[in-house]
């Protein structure tokens, strides 16, 4: 029988121990609760249920994947293509049309239809093929559509005339396009509000100048939020809720670039990733607004992973293996609990499209900074005990556990330790660091367990890895 690992303390530098050691929410005895765990550890069996799944196997060049409203399908684009599969079938791709050029697309809110922009021309598309002309924008300077209104009577999108941007609305009822805001510079990003009441643009005046500027939808009220110095290196600025409070990509000084987000009223701004990886990603936001998604800088090898994290900042979460050719084109299913992406196993690959899972993931909040106590939660069903242990590195091979879904993560040879147990309803503990500006930068990792009462069955979740700020 393989010797059960080793359960190791963590240095006393890094965490106070009597912060989280035997937390007096536990339930179960950490001692007990250590030995479940080093009993799991021992079953090297074949993974099952795994999160990540690859939905095409076609080489072809796999791209922008969007949900369908009811979020039951999903479809992408295949080279010059576009097609869709229903994500409760396997194996159900179906080509939906083949224009031969390059397109973009949207589904409309019907969930049978998508409005397709190419050649300068706007049309709605259904799965048969058949299509209709929306609009005719051909010599009007169009360089892109960004966003529609609500009821989707009307599109948004920049046009350039004399190598100046103008912020334009195309009235589909009458196909005329009216010019709302001129005089723009280098306008990289048009977002509208959920309420359909304010804009919020992202332009370069200059070669070091970044702005942001909110307007109303009519045009009217243009102010810049960010401007000048304060605003270098600021790109990729999109809503995260109606109209008060907004992501964005910065750098700040020498610590490099991360996702910040910003709030209007207060004018309150928060770190929401705390590593520098995450630079110039843009990220997507779930429906309700409460978690992002953002792909990593590639590392030195070209791979990057897809990261989970609270819209309001705290622990990161790995939802894949590394991949290459991982895109901005990140979106989250309707319901929230799934997300689409595309990326390749090889160097030079084609990328494919995959969805991976997560469910009621585990917590932290805030973000861990020297000096201040953060709290984790893990929520639990009725049947449910949750046990958390913390690690100081992620095993190249995660474990995989008979009767559980998902794998253990933590690396045994980097020490581990247990923070806390508890029954239903959530398992929850302080996580405190000394007030030691040394320690920014390094890396903890949290693993969840799930176990169900009586059985040895449950799932281990994608464990939070936190980076003191």
């Known amino acids: 029988m393989r010797p059960a690992p080793r359960v190791l303390p963590v240095p006393e530098p890094l965490l106070v121990r009597k912060s989280f050691y035997g937390s007096k929410m536990s339930n179960l ?12 550890a021992l ?15 076609a080489k072809r060049i796999h791209s922008q994947p969007t949900y369908s409203p009811d979020g039951t399908i ?6 010059q293509a576009l097609y869709i599969q229903r994500l409760k079938l396997q194996n159900s791709e179906k080509l939906a049309f083949n224009l031969g050029k390059p397109f973009d697309y949207w589904w409309d809110k019907g969930g049978s239809t998508w409005t397709v922009y190419s050649g300068e021309k706007l049309h709605r598309y259904d799965s048969t093929g058949k299509s209709s002309l929306l609009a005719d ?19 948004y999108g920049i046009r350039t005339e004399k190598l100046l941007d103008i912020l334009f609305e195309l009235d589909l009822k009458t196909g005329k396009i009216k010019d709302l805001i001129p005089k723009l510079f280098a306008v990289s990003r048009v977002d509208l509000d959920p309420t359909g009441t304010w804009f919020l643009i992202g332009s370069k005046p200059s070669t070091f100048r970044w702005d942001v500027q909110v307007a109303k939808v009519d045009g009217s009220g243009l102010a810049t939020l960010f401007a000048g110095g304060r605003s270098q290196m600021t790109e990729q600025p999109q809503w995260v809720d109606s109209g008060k409070t907004f992501a964005f990509s910065s750098v700040d000084g020498s610590h ?5 987000s910003y709030t209007i009223a207060t004018k309150k701004e928060l770190v929401l990733t705390g590593k520098q990886r995450f630079r110039k990603a843009q990220p997507a936001f779930s429906a309700d607004g409460k978690w992002a998604a953002v792909r990593e800088l590639p590392s030195v090898s070209g791979t990057s992973r897809l990261i989970l994290f609270p819209s309001s900042g705290g622990g990161e979460i790995v939802l894949t293996q590394p991949h290459y050719a991982i895109e901005d084109e990140i979106q989250f299913a ?3 609990k799934q997300i689409a992406f595309v990326g390749s196993d090889k160097v030079g690959g084609k990328p494919q499209v995959r969805v991976v899972d997560f469910a009621r993931p585990l917590r932290l909040s805030p973000a861990l900074r020297p000096g201040a106590i953060s709290s984790f939660q893990l929520d639990l ?5 949750g046990l958390v242990y913390m690690g100081l590195g992620l095993s190249a091979k995660p474990l995989p556990i008979t009767g559980f879904t998902g794998a253990f993560h933590l690396d045994f040879g980097k020490g581990i330790f247990f ?3 508890s029954l239903a309803p959530a398992v929850k503990g302080p996580f405190l660091v000394p007030n030691n500006a040394s320690l920014s930068g390094q890396e903890v990792y949290l693993q969840p367990i799930r176990m169900q009462i009586g059985k040895f069955q449950g799932s281990l979740p994608a464990p939070i890895y936190v980076s003191i700020l």
């Open 256 to 260: 490099g670039w991360h996702l910040r």
């Open 43 to 57: 079953l090297f069996l074949p993974q099952l249920g795994a999160q990540e799944k690859i939905l095409t196997k």
């Open 137 to 155: 924008l051909k010599g009007k300077g169009v360089r892109a559509l960004h966003v529609r209104s609500k009821d989707e009577s009307k599109w």
């Open 381 to 385: 069903f009725g049947n449910e005990i």
């Open 419 to 421: 923070l806390a147990s």
């Open 29 to 40: 005895p950490p001692l007990r609760a250590g030995l479940c765990v080093g009993a799991l």
């Open 334 to 336: 309707p319901g929230g």
């Open 74 to 79: 999903l479809a992408y684009k295949g080279d």
